[in-house]
C-alpha cells in the first residue's frame, strides 16, 4: 500500500506570494492533518480535516487554510507569504478521525516551503 | 495544557552502545504516547505507541520504551545502535479534550541521534 505522498516536496516563494501544498493519504485513510516543522518551535499542528470538514485547528492565523476533497485528498493554502513561514510541512493521514480512536497517523516526507 | 520535554537537544554515542532517550510529559490524566522518527529530509516513522495497558512496549528496528506514571516519563530504549539509527527523534502526547470531540498531538523539540563507527 502507498504511504502519503505530498506535492510539491520543495517549493521557493517569495513574501506576499500564496502558495498551495498537496497531500494524497493513505488509501482508505479518511483523516488528515498538517503540521509545521521550524528549527525554532519544532512540531506544530495546524488543522485537520476530515470527510471534507476541518474538524479541528490550532493556533495559526487565518492566512492558513485547507480544504479536502471526496476522495480524501487535501491542500493546503497560505496566503500573503511571511518570511516566518518558512518550514516542512507534514501531513499525516489516518483511518478516522483521530479524536474518536486516536488511530495512528501515518506522515508524508512533507514540503519544504522557502520564503525569500 | 499537555506538554512534552526532551532533556537532550543531542546525544552522540558508539555504533554497539546502548542508548536511552529521554521524554517527560505533563497532562492530567494517562496521555497517550508516541516515538517517532526523523531522518534528513524524510517525514516521521512511528516507532512505538502506549495507549494502555503493560507500560514496557515494544517497537520497530528494536526500539523499546517504558511508560513511568510516577515519573511522568516515556523514555526510549535500544540495547545496541546501528549507524542507521543516526536520525533525529521525536516525543509526542496525545490527549482529547472538549468532552472527548477534539484531540491533539503535542510533540517534544527531538533529539537528534549521532552514532560514531
Known amino acids: 500500500k502507498a504511504g502519503v505522498t505530498q506535492t510539491p516536496r520543495y517549493l521557493i516563494k517569495t513574501r506576499g506570494q500564496q502558495v498551495t501544498l498537496s497531500c494524497s493519504p493513505i488509501?482508505?485513510?479518511?483523516?488528515v492533518s498538517w503540521y509545521q516543522q521550524t528549527p525554532g518551535q519544532g512540531l506544530q499542528f495546524l488543522f485537520e480535516?476530515?470527510?471534507?470538514?476541518?474538524?479541528n485547528k490550532g493556533n495559526f492565523p487565518g492566512r492558513f487554510s485547507g480544504r479536502q476533497f471526496s476522495n480524501s485528498r487535501s491542500e493546503m493554502n497560505v496566503s500573503t507569504l511571511e518570511l516566518g513561514d518558512s518550514a516542512l510541512y507534514l501531513c499525516?493521514?489516518?483511518?478516522?478521525?483521530?479524536?474518536?480512536?486516536?488511530?495512528?497517523?501515518?506522515f508524508g516526507p512533507g514540503t519544504r516551503l522557502t520564503v525569500l | 495544557a499537555q506538554s512534552v520535554t526532551q532533556p537532550d537537544i543531542h546525544i552522540t554515542v558508539s555504533e554497539g552502545a546502548s542508548l536511552e532517550l529521554r521524554c517527560n510529559y505533563s497532562?492530567?490524566?494517562?496521555?497517550?504516547l508516541f516515538w517517532y522518527v526523523q531522518s534528513p529530509g524524510q517525514g516521521l516513522q512511528l516507532l512505538l505507541k502506549?495507549?494502555?495497558?503493560?507500560?514496557l512496549v515494544q517497537g520497530i528496528k528494536g526500539f523499546e520504551a517504558e511508560f513511568k506514571r510516577s515519573q511522568s516519563s516515556f523514555n526510549l530504549r535500544k540495547p545496541s545502535v546501528h549507524w542507521s539509527d543516526a536520525a533525529e527523534y521525536f516525543c509526542?502526547?496525545?490527549?482529547?479534550?472538549?468532552?472527548?470531540?477534539?484531540?491533539?498531538?503535542?510533540f517534544g523539540k527531538g533529539t537528534l541521534l549521532t552514532v560514531n563507527p
Open positions: 499525516a493521514s489516518s483511518l478516522v478521525r483521530v479524536a474518536d480512536s486516536t488511530d495512528t497517523q501515518y
Open positions: 488509501s482508505g485513510h479518511r483523516s
Open positions: 480535516y476530515f470527510s471534507e470538514t476541518q474538524r
Open positions: 497532562y492530567g490524566a494517562t496521555p497517550y
Open positions: 502506549y495507549f494502555s495497558g503493560d507500560t
Open positions: 509526542a502526547v496525545g490527549a482529547k479534550y472538549s468532552g472527548g470531540s477534539n484531540y491533539k498531538l503535542t
